[in-house]
């Protein structure tokens, strides 16, 4: 009843926003907006719907969003949100129920309503086209999107524009993909090599909503930071390695940091500390 209603969540259980677990509205924000409006019944019910069930009930409604059941055929189940922790649920329990104050329920949806120039920033977890189950959307601050392959555990897919319609994924109970929107800019295959090098770690997610992914690659642990720079993306990597580390460079990303030979960029233990990818997008 509260996150993004992807089942692909259980998959990102180390993944926190590290807030103040006062702060009901932006964890509402960004855990719980896409699925639950104030007023409407979008992919699961409306902060309406959820104060009359759970208003004088704190408790069950922290047990219920810790392990949540499939209750009505044809919507998709709500993942567990154990990792938001009892303070930060009760804390978004809060908000909903003073965000309902006042509203009136609206007929259920029938299309994706968050087909849009989306809320900036926005994370997305997600089936995507050519990327699969590991999938995590970002709409950042502009104009610009893109998707952070938790699989690979690099960047795959960058695009402009609109951010997403998710209605099929909805509908389908999972089974189906979401529809990027806008003008795609970038799109990398998968590499099942490096799925056998990388383990992913989770993110975590700043004050202004911006995400950072932690992993690690033959080694070494990363946290990899994306932002908007100008029209295109800035890559801020933070590495702990023992022995240098190597990055495969497509063609748009260039790094003043390390040797790059043709397109291999190698980069000292101590080079790696901190190190930005820039990535040139028409």
Same mark, same amino acid.
């Given at each position: 009843?509260l996150?993004?209603?992807?089942t692909?969540?259980?998959?990102?259980?180390?993944?926190?926003? #590290?807030?103040?677990?006062?702060?009901g509205?932006?964890?509402?924000e960004?855990n719980?907006? *896409?699925?639950h409006l104030?007023? !409407?019944?979008?992919?699961?019910?409306?902060?309406?719907e959820i104060?009359?069930?759970?208003?004088?009930?704190?408790?069950?409604?922290v047990?219920?969003?810790?392990q949540?059941?499939?209750?009505?055929a044809g919507?998709?189940?709500?993942?567990?949100m *154990?990792?938001?922790?009892?303070?930060?649920?009760r804390?978004?329990?809060?908000?909903m129920?003073?965000?309902? !104050?006042g509203?009136?329920?609206k007929?259920?949806a029938?299309k994706?309503?968050?087909?849009r120039?989306? $809320? $900036?920033?926005?994370? !997305?977890r997600?089936?995507?086209?050519?990327?699969?189950?590991?999938?995590?959307?970002?709409?950042?601050p502009?104009?610009?999107?893109?998707?952070?392959?938790?699989?690979?555990?690099?960047?795959r897919?960058?695009w402009?524009?609109?951010?997403?319609?998710?209605?099929d994924?909805?509908?389908?109970?999972?089974?189906?993909?979401?529809i990027?929107l806008?003008?795609t800019?970038?799109?990398l295959? *998968?590499?099942?090599?490096?799925?056998?090098r990388v383990? #992913?770690?989770?993110?975590?997610?700043d004050?202004?909503?911006?995400p950072?992914?932690?992993?690690?690659r033959?080694?070494?642990? #990363?946290r990899?930071?994306?932002?908007?720079?100008g029209?295109g993306?800035?890559?801020?990597?933070?590495?702990?390695?023992?022995?240098?580390?190597t990055?495969?460079?497509?063609?748009a990303?260039?790094?003043?940091?390390g040797?790059t030979?043709?397109d !291999?960029?190698?980069?000292?233990?101590?080079?790696?500390?901190?190190f930005?990818?820039?990535?040139?997008l028409?």
């Amino acid at each position: 009843m509260l996150l993004r209603c992807s089942t692909l969540t259980l998959l990102f259980a180390l993944s926190a926003a #590290f807030v103040s677990a006062q702060d009901g509205k932006l964890l509402y924000e960004q855990n719980c907006a *896409a699925c639950h409006l104030p007023n !409407q019944m979008v992919v699961g019910p409306s902060l309406i719907e959820i104060t009359k069930l759970y208003q004088k009930k704190p408790q069950e409604f922290v047990a219920w969003s810790i392990q949540p059941v499939k209750k009505r055929a044809g919507v998709i189940e709500m993942p567990s949100m *154990a990792h938001l922790g009892e303070a930060n649920l009760r804390a978004v329990h809060g908000y909903m129920i003073t965000a309902s !104050q006042g509203l009136r329920e609206k007929p259920a949806a029938k299309k994706d309503l968050l087909v849009r120039p989306a $809320r $900036r920033p926005e994370i !997305q977890r997600m089936f995507l086209p050519n990327v699969g189950p590991a999938a995590i959307a970002v709409a950042l601050p502009g104009d610009l999107n893109y998707c952070f392959d938790a699989g690979d555990c690099r960047l795959r897919t960058i695009w402009r524009g609109d951010f997403l319609d998710c209605w099929d994924y909805y509908k389908s109970n999972g089974k189906a993909f979401a529809i990027l929107l806008g003008q795609t800019l970038m799109s990398l295959p *998968a590499d099942e090599s490096l799925q056998k090098r990388v383990k #992913f770690l989770g993110y975590t997610v700043d004050a202004a909503g911006l995400p950072t992914f932690e992993y690690e690659r033959d080694g070494a642990r #990363f946290r990899e930071t994306i932002v908007a720079d100008g029209k295109g993306l800035a890559r801020r990597f933070e590495v702990t390695a023992t022995k240098p580390i190597t990055l495969t460079l497509d063609a748009a990303t260039t790094c003043e940091s390390g040797v790059t030979v043709k397109d !291999q960029l190698t980069l000292t233990p101590a080079e790696a500390r901190s190190f930005t990818l820039t990535v040139r997008l028409p």
